[in-house]
Structures are given as C-alpha cells and as structure tokens.
C-alpha cells in the first residue's frame, strides 16, 4: 500500500499499451464503413471567395459529397462564440467579435481557413477531388504584423470593426503606479516580444463522426482535451441538444492547450456524417496543423520598473499588443488581457503596478491557450525588466531579486493585480535553487568556457504563476463485486498520467488495490460534467474531485464496518486500508467491506447493495499559485551566435507532491518548450503576403534530445496551499513560465562584456550574432 | 496492383499494395498494425521508426513495395510471448514517455541505436535520437531509459 | 500522393531501358527525397524506377589513391566504412551527420548528388575532393556536375553509377545546421592535397561553389590564420527566415577557419 501511495513515484498503468503500440488514438479508429474527410483551406491571408465551383470535383471517383462556406452558410447555423472571461472594452461596451462560423463565407481571413470539406470512400480521393475545385478569390493587402495592425491605414480585417480592435483593457492602480513611477529614483524600460509558438504535439488534430438515425444522435470520437465544454459549443453550433452527442476522446497524444479549442472542423464533420449517413474519419497534416492549430504567446510588451535608490521595487507598468489572429478563438482574447495581467510582478513585492493592453486582429492563425496562457508573458516581462534594470543601474542580478521576493512573512497578500498569494517561501525556494548551482565552482567553468573560445552565463529566475481551467469537477468511483474499482473523472490526461496519479489517490486513501484500479476519462457519457484538460487544474480540482469522492466512500465504508463488527461508526479507526474498533481491537479491511456491500443480508438499514458507489463534484473557490525558481548556465559562440544551455536547475513550490515522478515529468516537458520559444521556435508569416513562412518542421524549430541540458530537479513541500483539500497547487505550465527568462538571461550575462543587453527571442544564432557585432560597434 | 511478400514480426505475410502506399500506411491499416505513428509530412519526426533487415527506417519515407522480400519488426514485435523487451521496461522505469505518441518510434530507434552501439552515453544517445521528436518529456528520461535499456539488453 | 508504376530492376542496363520506354519516369535512390516530395503532390511521375537492387550501384574501394563509392551506397555505409574512414574521414564524419539514423539507412549519395539540394553535405565534399562522377554515359568532374539550383548535368536518363575521389592529404568539413531541417545552413569542405587547396561552400547559396580568395590564402599557409582578413562576398548568397546572406557569409569564414585546424 505504501508503495502506491500518495508520494510514491509509482509507475504508469498506462504505460503498458504506450510500450506496446497498442494504445488508440483517433487515427487508430477504424470501422468498414469509414469514409474520409479533407479540408480545402484558403491559401491566402486575406481573400474575397468570389464563388466556389466543386462541379468536377463532385464526379470525381469515391466523392461521397463536399460542404463549401455556402453551403453551410445555407443551414444557419451559429457562429463558435468566444468564452473569455474578459468580454467587455475599458469603457464597458462588449469585445469586438467577429462571427467566427465554421467556414470562411465571404472572405478568408488567414492562410489554412477552411473553405470546403470534401467527403470520399478514401483519403487520397478526397484530395484528387479537392485539387478540382475551383475557388474564385480575390485576393485583398493582409496584414500579419501585430504592431503594424493597428496602425492608421492597415488593411481593415474586419469591416465593422475599427483598428483591427478587438478590446482594450486594464487592470490595477494607474494612478498609484504613476506616482510610484514619478517619485522613483530609478526608472527603466525594455521593449519585449513574446514570439509566437505553436504546441506541435507529435499527434495531429483529428476526429472520427458518426451519425445514428434511429436515435438522431451522434459519436465524435476525437482528439481534444475537453470533451464536455466543446460537446456544448458544437451543439450551440449546430442547434441541437448536447446529450445527442456522445462526444470521447481516445487516446491523445499531446495537446498542451492547442488541443483544447473549438475547433471548425468537428462541427462541420458532425453535419456531414448526418448528411452523408456514412461514419466519417478527418485528420489534419502536419503542414495543416502549423496553419490551423491554434498559436500561443504573440504579444509585443514595453515594461517599466521604478525603483529606490537602493534597488527596492516601487512599481511596475506594463502595455501590451495582444495578437490573437482573424478570429477571437475560444478564450483568445482574454491571455492578454486578464491572463497576463493576473501574475504581473511573479514572486516580487512590488506596492503599485499598472497593466493595460490591447487584444487586436492580424491576418493569421488565431491564438489560443498554450501551456501557460499569460503567466509565462506575465514571467518573462518582470523577470527581463529585473535583469535589465540590474545591469543598466549597476545591481548584482542575484542580490537585486533577493531583496525584493516576497518574504514568507508577507503572506497572505493580495498583490495589487488582486491576485491572492496565500502561501509559499520565495527566498527560501530561491536560496536552495541557487545553493543547487554551485555558484563557487562557477569562475571556473566560465575558464574553461573561454579556452573553448566560448562564453559563459549563468541567471536565476523566480516565477510565481497561477492555476486556471474550469473550478468544477466530477469523480465517480464504482465497486465491482471482483474487488475492482472503476474511477470515473471529468478531468482529462493527454500524457500527464491521471491514470496512475488519481489512481494514487484513491487507493492510499481507501486503501484499495491500485492494480485493480480502472479508469475512465474523457467521456461526456461517462461523466455528467468535467472540466477537461487546462490551467495546471487537473490535480487541483480533478485530483481533490477524486478525494472527495473517496472520503465520501470512506464514510459510508466506516459505517458498513462499524455494522458488521457489531460496533459504533465514532469508534472505528480507520489506517492501512484497515478499520478498527479502538474498543474491541477488532479489524475488518477495506476490502471485506466493500465486498459486503453487495449483499443485501449484510447491511444496515438504509443500506442497499452497491451503495458503497460514489458520485462527487469538488469545486475549488480559488485559484492557487505555483511558485518556483528556475537557473540556468549556457555557453554562447560569439562566431556563430550559437546557444547552448550547458546545465538547468530547478526547485518547484507545488504543494504536496502525489507523484515526483510524473511532476518531474511536467516540469522538463515545460523547460523544454520554454527553452524551444527561448532559443528556436518561431511562427512566422510574410509580411507583404501573409503567407505563413513556418509551416513544417522542416522550418519550425522543435527542440531535440541534443538541444537539452541536464536538468536537475526539487521541490518545495512546506507550503501546502489551504485552498483545497490535497494541498496542491498545478505543476503543468510552470516549465514554461520558468524557462524562457532564465535561458535569455543568463545568455545576455554570457554576453554582458560585449555590451548586448537585449536580443528578443527566439535567440536564434544569427540573432545573437548580429547583438554582439552591433553592440561592438 | 503489386502484391508484395514480406515478413512482419516474424510472421510471413502476402498483401495486394498500390504502388505509391507507404510502408506505414500499409503496416497501420492493411496489417491492422497501429502502433507504428504517423506525425509529420517531412520525415522528421521519427514516430514512424520500424526495423527493415535489422535497421531502423523512417516507414513514412518508405515504399510498401520496397519492403517487398524484406522482414520488418514493428513495435508490436518488441515485446516477446506478453514480456516487454528490456528496453520497454527501461521506458517505463525512467518515465521516458508521457502521451505515448513518439514512444513507438522513439524505442525502434533506442533498440537500433543499442544494438549497434556498445558504448552509449549520454552524447551519443542524444545524438543517435535526433531523427525522433518528442514534445512531452523534455527528452531526459527517455536518455536514461535508453542508457539504462541498453544495459539490460546487453544483459 | 498519385499513383504510378514501379519497377525495380537489377541492371543499369534495365533501368536506362524502362526509362527510356516510360512516359514521365523517375528515378528513386533511397527515395529520403523524391518520397516526401511525392507525398505533397509536388511531384506525379508516371513510373519510379527505384535503383536500389542493382549490384553495380553498390560497393566501396580503395585502389590506389582512388576511393570509389557506388552511387547507391547509404550514408550510413560511407559513415560506417573502414575503406572511408581511413582513406577520407571527413567524409565519414559529413555522411554521419546528414538525417538521423533512420534517414542515412535509406538516403544514399547518388540520391544526394542527383538532387542537388542547396543545403545538401555531399556537393561541397565532392567540389573540394575534385572527385568524379561516373555515369551510365560519361566521366563529369565534381566542378562540372552541379550547375544551378536542384540542378546537374545530367542529361535524362543518365544514371550516376560511381563516385572516385582522389584521397586527398587532408580533409574535414564543418557543418553549421538550420536548426529545424538540420541541413547545412553553411557547409565548408577544405581539402589539401600536395599543394593544391580546395575550399568548397554548401548551403550559403544556390548551388556549392568555391571560395577562391580563401584557397589561395590556405595555399601559401595551411593555417587558420591564413584566413584573418579574407572574407567572402553576401551578394550572391541566400537570405530565407533561417540566415541573411550577411551572416551566412560570417559563417562561410568561421567554418572554413574550424575545418582548417580541424583537417586530419
């Protein structure tokens, strides 16, 4: 019991069908009346779709039938509605939002917009018949750059909407942090891009549709994080009820947020299998991914620090450019807006600040959540404010953190963004963080660095970000009469482990069989709510959902066992899986009881067999904030500009760790993207075309094994967070909030005698490059 | 439409191809063999690793008519009578997979590259996956696993 | 992709023929190329001759001062080859360090040099070696076989059937990858035999060419040093989303500076 308890870095029960090849992912769905599906995507930026001819296409061999932007325009359907929290302008009036239909009508508005489904007996004859349609389009000046959007005389995206605005936004104290800024003895400001990525999960997007006439219901069996959120924006898409979609996921294989969106496709492939009564199976390119998965960060910030003459924070302000694409995607508006305002100034004491922002239109793929959604925008601008203000104003970088970290005495505080930091020890997790990079045998390594012709830079960053995703969520364990447990939550795993991690859960406090342990997720028929994948929830609220439940049985459990030992249920202890009577010394295990649960004979009054069945909802009030600090040491080639991160440190503040293994997991799996947008990754789009420039690997940066550095790992366990039951406090996203500004950093300590004080990232090598003869200059 | 003669983990099989059908396509929906993955269009992700005539190849990049006389192991042919190979149990030890997506290819790789290299560390580990993405681990876990497989396979 | 015939046929001789006999043919080495290229429907032959069981298209030798790699060799053989690694190993080193290992199972340097991919190891190593190609037709020296973008000398039809390469004194190539392909961003070969330098640039341009200001500074002086001052010019060098011709130009000179203390 011990052994899979919570703590323990038990290994994955879902490894096994990983290992062997025998997981299903949606592609793996095969049925003989399979019929397949390709989506005809707009090639420009910015078109007007004159008409669509699909006549030739339509006698192609295996054609089944092709839905073009008329087409669905015809039905009436609705439009995807956005579902950010920040829907309204700074004078109140509701976000700018385009109607965002499934298909591009009128006018294609970014390069990948679907403009036609074609629907044949195989893949390779819908795209034949695909490459006859003859789309009429008039191409339009598009504008992919987010500062040049907004600027008087760009091309107008949208016609009603002045600017290309969506909204503008604001939050904290203006006038208090201008003040704090006007008395200050020291004031610096940086411009900072935050690149645009895109999530790259290894599995593409894709979803099998299946359509029942009999019961006027459907099947979407699809590679999403979030069957129940999304099960409702497609029926409000298609105007029927939820429940006639049965709406599961398979196996996924990644999804870092990009997996979470509503998405055009699976409505318009839910039509088709109704229209076409063939079960329809669509899944994208890679190459389309990059055009049509949705894309992360995209923001262009100018951030100020105040400070007193002996380097305390005073206040901190900062303006932001938000692109989030042609469209506001499912919560697009609100990462920067409130997703990047909620954690401005991390782990740092600082009295005023002040966070205004702009969400504006571009002609390219909207933005969406990925891994972090704000908080690594919000950690990167305070950690590269720090840094500069350190070495344009002469502070130790080290020591200028230090003194201004929340100390542990500070907490609880409500940091002016009305954040609620309620726990944690900064300095502490800083000071092991740091006491973990052997800062004495650091002069060294930068020799030895030197002999190679290379230098070397080392920088330490704190991050304090915040939780998010839905507050709901639903466990529900079943008893089989064989002894095993069926684990039923809204939650979804797409690689975090939940299969392991809650079984954890369940069978330290139950103590249950952890082998015997089933589990189902993603299931809207399964489960009557659940929050999905997003916002580092899934231990925070599907975990607490799952010990909910569990105590709820415990209860019932203590009372079953008081009955059959003759004893009173106050008298019953409960530990090892075993109940015992403090009085009488008698046992009866956790097992025997539930066992007896099923015979009508063995219970109390009020009892009935399988009543040991559980149905919970764990609905957690306030958000929690992971906390941490990342360092790292790189090795720059001032010939060739190139970067490498020679070591990487990190200690983590989340709370009780239920499994080391799989947090350690999250926490490399988020370096490695952070050291991905840091050092390579890039969606870039021309600017006088609109062509998206990135789209495949071949030009898309991921890192590979050889890009990594060994990474050393800890945590922080002596601040649970009072928030929720288990303590926890969301491990998913911290990677990515971390990683980045350590890694720039530390590169432009690296370069600091040259005089590079900023290269914006990616820090690719001609970047870097270019710094270093610009600043020689 | 060639048909093609070949041998898929040990088993002799005959199959009706069209020329331009790629040895992954063929092994996931002819063979029913979907543990071999398909990520990307440009040969770079490595999901789709199988050994041809004992050496590791991307099947994606592959002409199902080319394997004709070959003999292939896929994924589904590492693990021998419901034990998993040393390597598999290597993954699993060192957590050296998340969504399990990469894994399949990302362990034809790790068995190739133990398989001719007795001297693995670190470096050449890393070097020897270039040609296999991952986006979940950060690639650590899978390098033990693949130092500590490779240990085992020697046994 | 579409559909097409295939054939693999066991001679040079059968090869030439079905090419000759077919409407829109297409030759497939390892097919690490044609295949991907096929797959976006960038490419619809009628018939792939796939060359790749045909013996004569096999096999490395060393005779004499001469190396000679059979076109349909795999990279993976060059960078595993005793006869290559001591005859040239830099050539084992660059062969190595093309794909991955899965990619260098397959791609092959017939395959590589056919194509002629600006980016691609092999034309700056055969440039620099003054190797020669030998075809199903004729001898074309390494300077005269690659001649523009994606483009050679050969003729339709004419099939690469061998590669000789004088063994040179010394040699090493230092490769500077695009981050996301990993083909060379800029590649320089160096090569010296008696007196005689050769340096041959990949990936900075459309097609290899030779740097000419550096091979008469490394022929009066065999040293990194030599190099101090010389550059080349960005003008006729590529700029995409990767590199300027700026900086590839910057590179041409450090990797050709690190191939010269690095040549063995």
Partial sequence: MEKYGIGQPVRRKEDVRFLTGTGTYVDDITDEALAHAVVLRSPHAHAKILSIDTSEAESMPGVLGIITGKDWAAEDFQFIPTKSAVAKKIDGTPLNQPPRHCFAIERARYVGEPVAMIVAETREQAQDAAEVIDVDYEELPAVTDLRKTIETGAPQIWDDIEGNLCLDFELGDKEAT???????????????????????????????????????????????????????????????????????????????????????????????????????????????????????????????????????????????????????????????????????????????????????????????????????????????????????LGFDPIELRRKNLMPEDSLPRKTPMGLDVDCGNFPEVFERTLKMTDREGYASRVEESQKKGLR????????????????????????????????????????????????????????????????????????????????????????????KAAKEVLEKAKVLAA???????????????????????????????????????????????????????????????????????VEVDPETGMVHVQHYWVIDDFGPIINPMLADGQVMGGVAQGLGQALMEEIVYDEESGQLVT?????YALPRADSMPHMELGYYEDAPTAKNPLGVKGAGEAGCCGAPPAIVNAVLDALKEDGVTHIDMPLTPEKVWRAISEAAK | MPVISLTVNGNPVTVEVEARSLLSGVLRSN????????????????????????????????????????????????????????????????????????????????????????????????????????????????????????????? | MYDFTYHRPDTLDEAV???????????????????????????????????????ELQGISIVGDTLTIGAMTSHAEVASSADVKKAVPALAQLANDIGDPAVRNRGSIGG?????????????????????????????????????????????????????IPVPDKAAYMKFPQPASRFALVGVFVAKSGDQVCVAVTG?????????????????????????????????????????????????????????????
């Fill in chain 1, 178 to 392: 201008d003040k704090a800024f006007a008395d200050a003895d020291h004031v610096v400001s940086l411009d900072l891009v935050n690149n645009r990525v895109t999530a790259t999960p290894i599995e593409t997007r894709g979803a099998v549709a299946t359509y029942d006439a009999d019961t006027d219901s459907y099947k979407l069996q699809n590679a999403t994080q979030n069957v129940h959120a999304n099960r409702a924006t497609f029926a409000d898409v298609l105007k029927i009820p939820a429940d006639s979609i049965h709406h599961v996921a398979p196996d996924v294989g990644g999804g870092f947020g990009a997996k979470n969106s509503s998405y055009p496709e699976p409505p318009i492939l839910l039509y088709a299998a109704k229209k076409l009564g063939r079960p329809i199976k669509w899944i994208n390119d890679r190459n389309e991914g990059f055009q049509s998965d949705t894309h992360g960060r995209a923001q262009f910030s100018t951030v100020e620090l105040a400070l007193d003459k002996d380097g305390k924070f005073l206040g901190l302000r900062t303006k932001t450019i938000g692109d989030i694409g042609a469209y506001c995607w499912t919560i697009g508006p609100f990462t920067p807006t409130g997703g990047s305002a909620r954690t401005q100034g991390g782990a740092y004491f600082i009295p005023a600040m002040y966070y205004s922002s702009v969400a504006v239109f571009t002609n390219t793929m909207p933005t969406d959540p990925y891994r972090g959604a704000g908080r690594p925008e919000a950690s990167y601008q305070i950690e590269r404010i720090i840094q500069h203000a350190a070495t344009t």
């Fill in chain 1, 456 to 547: 070397r830079g080392f920088s330490i960053a704190a991050y304090l970000e915040c939780t998010g995703g839905a507050p709901k969520e639903f466990a529900g364990i079943s008893f089989g009469k064989d002894g095993s447990a069926t684990l039923r939550v809204g939650s979804h795993s797409t690689g975090m482990g939940h299969e392991t991690s809650k079984a954890q859960i369940l069978a330290h406090t139950l103590g249950i069989n952890f082998d015997k342990v089933d589990f189902i997720q993603a299931d809207t028929k399964a489960t009557p709510i659940g929050g999905g994948h997003g916002g580092s929830r899934n231990l925070e609220v599907g975990g607490n959902a799952v010990l």
């Fill in chain 1, 563 to 633: 009955h059959l030992l003759n004893s009173n249920a106050d008298d019953m202890n409960f530990a090892d899986g075993t109940f015992t009577d403090v009085k009488t010394e008698q046992t009866i295990s956790m097992d025997e009881v539930i066992a007896a649960s099923f015979e009508k004979g063995r219970l109390p009054e009020g009892m009935e067999p399988g009543c040991m069945d559980t149905e919970s909802i764990f609905e957690r009030e306030i958000i929690s904030c992971p906390n941490g600090s990342h360092a790292a040491e």
């Fill in chain 1, 695 to 699: 789209g495949s690997l071949m030009d």
């Fill in chain 2, 31 to 155: 063979l029913a063999l979907t543990g071999t993955h398909v990520g990307c269009d440009t040969s770079q992700c490595g999901a789709c690793v199988v050994h041809v005539d004992g050496k590791p190849v991307k099947s994606c990049a592959m002409l199902a008519v080319q394997a004709d006389g070959a003999s292939v192991t896929t994924i589904e042919g590492l693990a021998k009578n419901g034990k998993l190979h040393p390597m598999q149990e290597a993954f699993r030890e060192h957590h050296g997979l998340q969504c399990g997506f990469c894994t399949p290819g990302m362990l034809m790789s790790a068995v190739a590259l133990a398989e001719q290299n007795p001297d693995l560390d670190d470096a050449a580990v890393r070097k020897g996956l270039e040609g296999n993405l991952c986006r979940c681990t950060g690639y650590q876990n899978i390098v033990h696993a693949v130092l500590d497989g490779a240990k085992a396979m020697r046994g």
């Fill in chain 3, 17 to 55: 023929k079905i090419f000759s006999d077919a409407d829109d043919p297409q030759f497939m080495a390892g097919g690490q190329t044609i295949i991907p290229v096929m797959k976006q429907r960038l490419a619809m032959p009628s018939d792939v001759i796939d060359l790749g069981k045909i013996g």
């Fill in chain 3, 112 to 164: 590589s040099i056919a194509n002629n991919d600006p980016a691609a190891d092999y034309p700056a190593a055969l440039v620099a070696l003054g190797a020669t190609i030998h075809t199903t037709s004729r001898e074309i020296a390494a300077e005269d076989f690659f001649t523009g973008l994606f483009e050679t000398a050969l003729d339709e039809g004419e099939i690469i059937a061998k590669i000789a």
């Fill in chain 3, 204 to 264: 900075a341009g459309p097609c290899v060419f030779r740097a000419t200001d550096f091979e008469k500074a490394l022929e009066k002086n065999f040293s990194a040093d030599a190099l101090d001052g010389i550059s080349i010019s960005s003008e006729e060098l590529s700029t995409d989303i990767h590199a300027s011709a700026q900086y590839r130009a910057s590179l041409v000179t450090t990797l050709a500076r690190r191939a010269v203390e690095n040549a063995a």
